[in-house]
């Protein structure tokens, strides 16, 4: 891996959704993602999305969803990078914020999905403490996709 740099993490706006949803496209073909379904999500109050920024351009983005707000259940919807800035450690920066965000919130519990084959990200998330529950009970695209789960409560404190 290259030298990391750490680049700027902010909220997403609805002029960031072109280039937002040509990044979930690129990455997660199956979700037909475009621009107007990015605005509309982002939109939604119990959906957060963040972009991460460098040399002023998009690098990557992460997705988070309030499942529970009562029990602090929240789930990583997507992590990606564009390709021109992989290993440079954006992914798990990206990652890490997602989980002190929703830290914030009181998050009892974070869910995420991994495709099987993804080694990267599945090293990320197993090094920021998220573990493997098995794989999910639907499919994704024809395929079967891991959940993962990092339990907060007992680290938490109020």
């Known amino acids: 891996m ?4 750490f680049m700027f993490i902010e909220k997403a706006f609805e002029n960031d959704a072109k280039v937002i949803s040509e ?4 990455e997660f073909p199956y979700t037909k993602a475009n621009e107007d379904n990015v605005k509309l999500r982002m939109q939604k109050p119990h959906i957060k999305l963040f972009k991460g920024v460098e040399k002023g351009e998009i690098a990557g983005f ?19 990078v564009s390709e021109k800035f992989r290993q440079k450690g954006f ?3 990206l990652s890490e914020f997602a ?3 929703a830290k914030k919130q009181k998050a009892s519990k974070i869910l995420l999905l991994v495709r099987p084959d993804n080694y990267v990200a599945k090293k990320i998330y197993k090094k920021l403490g998220f573990q493997s529950t098995g794989l999910w009970k639907s499919q994704i695209n024809g395929k079967r996709a891991e959940e993962w789960v990092l339990e907060l409560e ?3 404190i109020a």
Do not use: A, M
Request: glycine residues 8%.
């Open 91 to 93: 992914g798990k920066q």
């Open 62 to 80: 992460v997705e988070l969803e309030c499942l529970d707000n009562l029990f602090g259940v929240w789930r990583i919807n997507g992590v990606t």
């Open 99 to 101: 989980v002190e965000f």
């Open 23 to 26: 990044l979930i496209f690129s």
């Open 2 to 5: 290259n030298e990391v740099v």
């Open 154 to 156: 007992k680290n938490y």
